[in-house]
């Protein structure tokens, strides 16, 4: 995270389970066996912003919570339409991805042995994403080649998953005989048991579009949601009966209950290229590396999730008409809180007007948030640089849309003190600086980061994720 939030040549330690596996094979310690014990971080985005820190955490605690009648909303005023679209809304960006995501590590052992390293992880993680069309916040049309566009859709996506990896990596000893310097290609496989807590993928499709040859507006108007587990008893009410959520006893714990289950597989090549008086490569004595150059690549989040506790499918019928009015703008922000979608959506009667279509309860299988990872990593000795590009495969709350890349640099003034920064690139996404330190001796590690918003004119002060403590142990 500190580093901008790449890392497919950077990771190491058993983290890298899920980033690129065959880094496992890589130290930069000597050591035997590395422990880690719950180590984590958050990261929230906001509509609008959150004046500090405080009211962040507040924020961001309620967007794990069920939303219901007694919940507070949004109301926005006239100056609030004004910076959320110049926060959210740059150029001609017609919508606007939002996310808030925790990863929890509960433990995390790796052990080097002389010709294969093992690592096993126990994660969990959640995500919720959901993207606004600045339609819902102005009536003023988006000009794309020779059409007009206005985007008043509203998608969102939450999920929980358990995780338990087990892997290994190794030296390519076949590839590692054609080349005569001193480098390697290391290879990495990670299977992993997935179980999954509640699920919804809810889609409002609402776009309004106008050709240069046209005289009328063609409207597009559809809702689509699919929920599994404790978030399909509230889909059911509203979607059946009409009934808003009202005094709910459920908690966050119960999103967390087992809902689905699951296989994965996350696998990698790493490149080391050794230099100078490096010769970690060639195992003597546990030596760490410390001059290197390292080229990665994998694909990650491999396979699905199978939801067969209380699954729920709505669709309502699919309209396409002609018309000249948008109606209203929307009078509520919208913060991404559970169930708060039913609200939000409410006040608009191009939803509450739409007739159901089909529904059932069947099982279906949610994707795991598939992605391809490339990266490249220079370290000497106390200053490492590192650069990734990331594609996601599939449309998760995990994963951003199309292409991101990252950028980082380590500085160690001492052995023991690092210095990082970074920072990520990546379209409908917010942009951010990430900072952190830590203490880094021969037995323990203790680090921290965080994230900072940037905007067109720089970074603020604005605090969008930050890490936990993380603490590891080593073991000669």
Not at 269 to 283: A, E, H, N, Q, W
Not at 298 to 324: H, M
């Amino acid at each position: 995270m500190a580093l901008g939030g790449g890392g497919t040549a950077y990771l190491t330690g058993f983290e890298s389970l899920f980033v690129n596996p065959a880094n496992l094979y890589i130290q930069e310690k000597t050591y035997r066996i590395q422990i880690s014990l719950l180590q984590g971080g958050l990261y929230h985005d906001t509509l609008l912003p959150v004046s500090n820190s405080m009211d962040r955490w507040d924020n961001f605690q309620n967007q794990t919570s069920f939303f219901d009648s007694e919940s507070t909303v949004t109301d926005l005023g006239p100056g609030d339409f004004e910076t959320l679209l110049d926060r959210n809304y740059p150029r001609n960006s017609t919508s606007r991805e939002f996310l808030t995501e925790a990863d929890f590590y509960w433990l995390g052992l790796k052990w080097v042995r002389p010709e294969r390293s093992y690592a096993v992880a126990l994660r969990t993680r959640y995500a919720s994403r959901y993207e606004l069309g600045r339609g819902l916040f102005s009536l003023t049309p988006v000009e794309k080649d020779t059409d007009m566009i206005l985007d008043r859709s509203f998608f969102q996506k939450s999920q929980v998953f358990h995780e338990f990896s087990f892997g290994y990596a190794e030296s390519f000893t076949f590839l590692n005989g054609l080349l005569p310097q001193l480098s390697e290609f290391i290879i990495g496989i990670a299977p992993k048991i997935v179980v999954s807590g509640a699920s919804m993928d809810a889609g409002f499709k609402n776009y309004y579009t106008k050709n240069s040859e046209s005289s009328s507006w063609a409207h597009q108007l559809e809702y689509t949601q699919q929920t599994s587990g404790v978030l399909s008893n509230y889909g059911r009410q509203f979607l059946n009966n009409g009934i808003l959520p009202s005094q709910s006893n459920d908690a966050f714990r119960d999103l967390m209950k087992p809902a689905g289950i699951g296989f994965g597989l996350d696998i990698g090549v790493t490149y080391l290229i050794t230099f100078g008086d490096d010769l970690s490569i060639l195992r003597q004595q546990n030596q760490p590396t410390e001059k290197s150059l390292r080229i990665g690549l994998s694909i990650t989040d491999l396979g699905a999730v199978y939801q067969y506790k209380k699954p729920f499918a709505f669709n309502s019928e699919s309209i396409e008409r002609s018309t000249s009015e948008f109606g209203p703008l929307s009078e509520t922000g919208f913060n991404g809180a559970l169930n708060e979608h039913y609200f939000f959506l409410s006040q608009f009667d191009q939803f509450s007007n739409l007739t159901e279509s089909s529904q059932n309860e069947n099982p279906y299988e949610v994707l795991l948030p598939t992605s391809i990872q490339a990266g490249a990593l220079f370290q000497y000795q106390r200053i490492k640089l590192m650069g990734d590009f990331s594609y996601s495969l599939s449309e998760t709350p995990f994963n951003h849309s199309g292409l991101a890349s990252y950028l980082g640099i380590e500085l160690r003034p001492f052995p023991f003190l690092p210095i990082r920064g970074g920072t990520r690139f990546a379209q409908n996404m917010s942009g951010y600086y990430s900072f952190g330190t830590g203490l880094e001796t021969k037995h323990i590690d203790l680090n921290m980061s965080v994230l900072l918003k940037s905007r067109n004119a720089g970074p603020t002060s604005e605090v969008l994720g930050m890490s936990f403590l993380g603490l590891k142990f080593y073991l000669q």
